[in-house]
């Protein structure tokens, strides 16, 4: 088993400290960086090929799972960038996240259907989605997991344990790409209607929208505030999650995509698709204080942040 023989090789390994990893795709390099973001310098790179985009890194099992965009082939990183496993899952597969006890959830863009993968990368349950599901979402408690389903400018909600559907819910804009869970409730970035959906997951209603930059694409949260992506207009839109207000814009680089949140929680790591870099802004002062280089048309779609557990 994939993480079994991983757990094994960390066994027999040295003991080594732990350290903050980003797992960068970049979709026109065939490529996939691991950024050490204490350090800001990339420590390893991967080719994938077939165009990898979407991005889940898992530090409790101490993997990150690809999609390859062009293919749907699933690729498995330790974090030494090595691959440890894959899987063809076929063209249209395109969003991925993980949840608790090392949960792995696939979304298929073709097909409208979400699925949930054993260890051994075995499909446990396949549900249906709305159309085009993109970014998938789990919540922190692992119960229940959520995706954007763009072509129908809706977010289902799944029992997590089971697959069933239990909601599915319209968002204030076309469009909904990016998804993420956080205090209680989802929001989801409508690329098409410049705005951003605040969802609440338990009763199944929108709750709010707030207003972002041209073609919003993904959502992290840094201490107590929303930053938004937006593709056209190369900024972040920062908002107050409690009272659903912009607190204003931070110029970033150009065409921003993929977006997480420092493992501390002090800012937030944004991949440059035009730019072919990866800034860090901190969250206080929305100043950037950090910027590397990537291979071309860095994506990095995804929960992509995360704290090395030390063996």
Known sequence: MIRAALAALFLSSPVVMAGDLAFITSQNGNSVSIVDLQEMQVIASTTVEGAPAPVAYDPAVGLA??????????????????????????????GIATGPGGALYVGDWDGGRLMRLGQDLETLWQ???????AGIAVSPDGQMVAT????????????????????????????????????????????????VSVIDPVAGRLL?????GSHPYAIAFARGRGFVTDQYGSTLTVFDPDGLQVL?????????EGIAALPD??????????SDTVQVVDAETLEITAEIEMPAGPRAFGQFTGRQVQP
């Open 127 to 133: 549900a249906t989605t709305g159309l085009a599901p």
């Open 248 to 256: 204003g814009k931070v110029e970033i680089g150009d065409y921003p």
């Open 65 to 94: 799972y690809v999609v390859s965009a062009d293919s749907g082939r699933l690729t498995v990183l330790d974090e030494a960038g090595e691959i440890v496993g894959g899987l063809d899952l076929g063209q249209g597969v395109f």
């Open 208 to 212: 709010g929208q707030i207003p972002s």
């Open 148 to 195: 954007a389903d763009r072509d129908d400018d809706a977010v289902s909600v799944f029992d997590a344990a089971t697959g069933q559907r239990l909601h599915q819910v319209a968002t204030a804009g076309a469009h909904p790409f990016g998804i993420t869970w956080y205090e209680g409730r989802l929001w989801t970035a409508d690329v098409q209607g410049n705005v």
């Open 265 to 274: 929680g002090s800012g937030v790591v944004v991949a440059n698709w035009d």
